[in-house]
């Protein structure tokens, strides 16, 4: 006969509440990306791990990248647990498997990397810009340097990726020598370390937008960003941004309403907003107010060559306002 199958019995799993997701704090404003870790686990290694992301399109809030790692041992039992693509769940079951991978810590661990949305913007918009597969990649190298770096015996990575998968998978085989990296589309349901990854990312990312803290709404905000006036230039009421956000996605009709009411003509959107993607800009350019942007230095220096005289007429700017003569002086 053949042996019979080992029965895993789920842990019991409550489901969590927006804002006791313990990789958020709803309690303060998220200005800066952060990273949160959860606790080692104990069990004897070699591990495999997992990484997902989620929020990489929406036009609000963070970017978050997720890995989960467990034992190869502990693989049999991790396939009962019900981890898959987190965008084919249900809130409640995300929630619950949330719970769920916090239920067996010697076995299950995970971290995320939330990428705020104004550390997005900030990259995108450098004169050297760090575009947003830069900035996903060095989350990942991140998570994984970060576990690596804890004591974890890392041998398989698997990596849910977009577009061309052989030069991310080359790249992140020659960073970390040894282990065995896996990284193709649809991972989080082909593999189910990566759907623990990618309900760790979505459930993260679900908390920020759900209970997000407007910074502009606080009571030290400077008086300009959460004032705001009649046109008659009267003062009125402190906004209250509008929490009827949507899912942050350019589609989402509730998303597109939101950036339509919330819009101020002179100081744009609060910092939920990611104003490098064109949905913004468009809106910016088309319905704020224009500005002129005018380099006071750079124009006093043109001012300066076109009044020069004489002397001064092939003189240097430096030569000139030291009334250097000749090379001697010096």
Known sequence: MPPKKKQTTLPSAKPIEPLDVPSYDSSKPLTESYT?????????????????????????????????????????????????????LTAAI??????????????????????????????MLKALPINLNKQAQDATILLIREVIESGIELSEVYVDALGP??????????????????????????FKIVGAASVAAKVTRDACIESWVFEEDQPSSLQTSSTYFSSSGKQKEDRKWSTELGSGYPSDPKTKAWLQSSLDKTFGYP???????????????????????????????????????????DRCLVAKDLSLKSVGML
């Not at 052989?166 to 990296?181: D, N, R, V, Y």
């Open 36 to 88: 949160y870790r959860s606790p080692l686990p104990t069990s004897a290694g070699p591990y495999i791990l997992g990484v997902d992301e989620a929020g990489r399109g929406p036009v609000l809030g963070p970017m978050v990248y997720g890995v989960a790692f467990c034992p190869i041992a502990y693989k049999e039992d991790l396939e009962e647990l019900g981890f898959d693509d987190s965008k084919q």
């Open 94 to 123: 995300r929630s619950s498997l949330l719970s769920t991978l916090c239920s067996d810590p010697s076995n299950l661990g995970w971290s995320v990397r939330v990428i705020a949305p104004q550390a997005i913007s900030a990259g």
């Open 165 to 190: 998968t052989k030069t991310w998978e080359q790249q992140l085989s020659s960073t970390f020598p040894g282990i065995s990296f896996t990284v193709t589309a649809k991972a989080d349901s082909k």
């Open 271 to 313: 910092g939920i907003v990611r104003f490098s993607w064109a949905t913004v800009k468009i809106i910016l350019e088309k319905d704020a107010h224009a500005v002129e942007w005018i380099d006071e230095g750079q124009t006093a220096l043109v001012n300066a060559f076109q009044t020069m005289k004489g002397r001064d007429k």
